[in-house]
């Protein structure tokens, strides 16, 4: 009789209760609603429509520790590792020269480009598994929080709408990255009509198998107007943004404010002790007025932020 002790696995199912108190994050988040920790989300939509901008945009927020992104609060600030290998150089150096990065011992933006990757094309599926080897040790020494693949057609050579094929590159992807949350950067489909009203079934339209989309725990969709995003643990949510002129990031549009809501902000604030926090603020501003926290945040920084400088890039 065969011996098979030596094949049993050393984890097994456990009850529910024994599975709430297994390792975790402390917290689920890294920007809440838009990046989970650990987790995919894919960022797409038409050529030329500021995906890069808008994935530069987050990472200056996380690497420089700030609060919280457009409203949305950041809640574990750290290293994000970019992998860009579908700019020249040239120019994505000019976009970096744009930023305000604040690098201090345990947070700074990391780059590679199509001439720092150890092959090129850059295959993940590579069956010698160098790339695949590079890009983990890579990541290893940096321990991001996030790290971002720009795009996700330039990092493999197999057929994108084969499920069994993005299966494999997702899955190397995730090898090679984790416990880093991951933000893949894809194009539309060409036949796709992306609505800016956020009505349309976003799920089918980036390009590719969609495989991607059901595997991703937030997906974005990125028009000349409008952001929207949809998770495992959120619904669907629509944000107008611009695109800024000085530094080409892309940018959650601020909210307005009126003397109603600037009354309904006074009185909300009559309520809570002096030395509350903007947070808590926005917490009961959101409660009075039923909207996003990430929404009363942008509501109270729009009493006294400038008005920003906008293009249409």
Not at 11 to 18: M, R
Not at 44 to 68: C, H, M, R, W
Not at 87 to 93: G, L, Y
């Amino acid at each position: 009789m065969t011996d098979t002790t030596s094949t049993q696995p050393t984890t097994y199912f456990v009850p529910s209760g024994a599975y709430q108190q297994l390792p975790k994050q402390p917290q689920p988040w890294v920007i809440e609603k838009l990046i989970p920790m650990g987790g995919l989300v894919n960022l797409y939509g038409k050529p030329k429509t500021g995906k890069s901008f808008l994935a530069l945009s987050l990472a200056q927020a996380i690497v420089n520790q700030e609060p919280d992104w457009c409203g949305y609060p950041i809640a574990a600030p750290g290293p994000v590792a970019y992998l860009q290998i579908d700019t020249p150089r040239e120019e994505w150096s000019a976009r970096l020269g744009k930023l305000s990065i604040t690098p201090t011992p345990t947070s700074d933006l990391w780059i590679a480009d199509m001439w720092q990757v150890p092959e090129f094309p850059f295959n993940i599926l590579n069956p010698q598994q160098t790339e695949l080897r590079w890009l983990k040790q890579s990541i290893a020494s940096i321990n991001p929080v996030l790290t971002v693949i720009d795009t996700l057609r330039e990092v493999h050579s197999g057929d994108e709408n084969d499920s069994t094929n993005m299966r494999n590159v997702i899955a190397y992807l995730v090898d090679a990255c984790r416990p880093s949350a991951i933000l893949l950067l894809s194009h539309a489909r060409k036949d796709s009509m992306l609505t800016v009203n956020g009505d349309d079934d976003m799920m089918d339209q980036a390009r590719g198998s969609s495989y991607v989309a059901g595997r991703m725990d937030v997906v974005m969709k990125l028009t000349q107007k409008r952001l929207i995003f949809k998770g495992r643990a959120t619904g669907q949510t629509m944000e107008s943004v611009y695109q800024d002129k000085a530094t080409g990031l892309v940018h959650i549009e601020p909210a307005t404010m009126d003397t109603a809501l600037r009354t309904i902000i006074t009185e909300v604030r009559a309520t809570l002790p002096k030395n509350a926090s903007q947070n808590q603020v926005a917490k009961a501003l959101a409660e009075r007025s039923s909207v996003s926290q990430s929404t009363a945040i942008r509501q109270l920084r729009a009493l006294t932020a400038p008005i920003p400088v906008k293009g249409d890039k």
